[in-house]
């Protein structure tokens, strides 16, 4: 199975700040990295996908890049409605794997 | 806009067996070349993928959970489904069923559904 490692598994940011989530594969997945963002009681919502697509409808403060096995998820300005936990996922084999998850959280 | 929505018992006992069906609507699960996918999360944990099945029933599982997994797919019905065996407490999570391109991202999510295995 291809592992991912996200770091940190928390943050505490404030509106307005650049806030970034790494995550790393524990082998080579190309560009097979996508990334979601998930509220309380609700299903995950797509944001990038493969490594830096903007999913549609997601806004621009959100990029992504890496390749490999490093990648990284960027808010350029996070916003209120931004505080949730953040996902990477491999789709570069089979099982697809997620990391652990990082908490965004109001400071 | 394709939605999809998990229908299933909400409580099963231990060592039964949980099955789920997840019905797609606003396309046909035969049109375009998807992976119909199921992902679980316990409360509070993170996500798990739990597998995936073709249009021609091809099916791919999670190794951790192989044995116990059977997917299947009813295109008259348009929908797929999901037999988790000799189910414990382990298994309590809020349970997904999802659509992905081959290779891609899972764009498409149905809402969740909890399923509390307990005697």
């Known amino acids: 199975d291809t592992q991912m490692t996200q770091s940190p598994s928390s943050l505490s940011a404030s509106v307005g700040d650049r806030v970034t989530i790494t995550c790393r594969a524990s082998q080579s997945i190309a560009g097979y990295l996508n990334w979601y963002q998930q509220k309380p009681g609700k299903a995950p919502n797509l944001l990038i996908y493969?490594?830096?697509n903007l999913q549609s409808g997601v806004p621009s403060r959100f990029s992504g890049s890496g390749s490999g096995t490093d990648f990284t998820l960027t808010i350029s300005s996070l916003q209120p409605e931004d505080f949730a936990t953040y996902y990477c996922?491999?789709?570069?084999?089979?099982?697809?794997?997620f990391g652990g998850g990082t908490r965004v959280e109001i400071k | 806009q394709v939605q999809l929505q998990e229908s299933g018992p909400g409580l099963v006992k231990p060592s039964q067996t949980l099955s789920l069906t997840c019905t797609v609507s606003?396309?046909?699960?035969?049109?375009?070349?998807?992976?119909w996918s199921w992902v679980r999360q316990p409360a509070g944990k993170g996500l798990e993928w739990i597998g995936q099945?073709?249009?021609?029933?091809?099916?791919n599982y999670n190794p951790s959970l192989k044995s116990r997994v059977t997917m299947s797919i009813d295109t008259s019905k348009n929908q797929f489904s999901l037999k988790l065996s000799s189910v414990t407490a382990a298994d309590t999570a809020v349970y997904y069923c999802?659509?992905?391109?081959?290779?891609?991202?899972?764009?498409?999510w149905g809402q969740g559904t909890l399923v509390t295995v307990s005697s």
């Open positions: 099945i073709y249009i021609s029933g091809s099916t």
């Open positions: 606003g396309g046909s699960i035969s049109s375009g070349s998807y992976y």
């Open positions: 996922q491999q789709s570069y084999n089979t099982p697809l794997t």
């Open positions: 493969a490594a830096y």
């Open positions: 999802a659509r992905r391109p081959n290779g891609g991202a899972v764009a498409y």
